[in-house]
T-cell receptor, first 113, second 112 residues
Framework: NAGVTQTPKFQVLKTGQSMTLQCAQD?????MYWYRQDPGMGLRLIYY???????DKGEVPNGYNVSRLNKREFSLRLESAAPSQTSVYFC????????????FGDGTRLSIL | GESVGLHLPTLSVQEGDNSIINCAYS??????FIWYKQESGKGPQFIID?????DKRQGQRVTVLLNKTVKHLSLQIAATQPGDSAVYFC???????????FGQGTTLQVKP
């Protein structure tokens, strides 16, 4: 079982460059999420998609955009990367957001110089 | 604002002992709580969950207790093993959106 797959696993960018992080799930889940995790901290929600065709802002959406391409795929885009966006990014999905746990990928480690 | 916090950043226990990791939450409207385990270089892994209409739930070697009166959540791990060494996060579900609010995490160190 692949579960939640994130690509790439590592990336280094220069300030001002753009990049899209990819996420795909094979569990037929309805809801998908993007989080960031900074050193020594918990995860903070960037954007989420409660169902195919919808997206909403989370706690820290500034500097990011998302696309729910289809039921399986949810991408996160950095239009103009900044050093403050250096972080580990996690994608998650769940079948039913009200009473089912979210399942996470293994993250994309992003450094912005 | 609303937050979920953990009382201790690091917990060190002897192999074979029981571990208790605590969590305080502040949103009385939260109705679903989850414990995750995160190993180095990996994403959070689901351990156990509990809904607000329950006080206790047991899994394999793990028990979650929920005290809504004082807004407190705990994770108990029985017979702690070296493989249990990781960072543990509690998370609360903010109602009908599926938004999870995570605590900062407790590092569990298991001494052989």
């Amino acid at each position: 079982n692949a579960g939640v797959t994130q690509t790439p696993k590592f990336q280094v960018l220069k300030t001002g460059q753009s990049m899209t992080l990819q996420c795909a799930q094979d569990m037929n889940h309805n809801s998908m999420y993007w989080y960031r995790q900074d050193p020594g901290m918990g995860l903070r929600l960037i954007y989420y998609s409660a169902s195919e065709g919808t997206t909403d802002k989370g706690e820290v959406p500034n500097g990011y955009n998302v696309s729910r391409l289809n039921k399986r795929e949810f991408s996160l885009r950095l239009e103009s990367a900044a050093p403050s966006q250096t972080s580990v990014y996690f994608c998650a999905s769940t079948l039913d957001y009200s009473n089912q746990p979210q399942h996470f990928g293994d993250g994309t480690r992003l450094s912005i110089l | 604002g609303e937050s979920v916090g953990l009382h201790l950043p690091t917990l060190s226990v002897q192999e074979g002992d029981n571990s208790i990791i605590n969590c305080a939450y502040s949103n009385s409207a939260s109705d679903y709580f989850i414990w995750y385990k995160q190993e180095s270089g990996k994403g959070p892994q689901f351990i156990i969950d509990i809904r607000s209409n329950m006080d206790k739930r047991q899994g394999q070697r793990v028990t979650v207790l929920l005290n809504k009166t004082v807004k407190h959540l705990s994770l108990q791990i029985a017979a702690t093993q070296p493989g249990d060494s990781a960072v543990y996060f509690c998370a609360e579900n903010m109602g009908n959106t599926g938004k999870l609010i995570f605590g900062q995490g407790t590092t569990l160190q298991v001494k052989p």
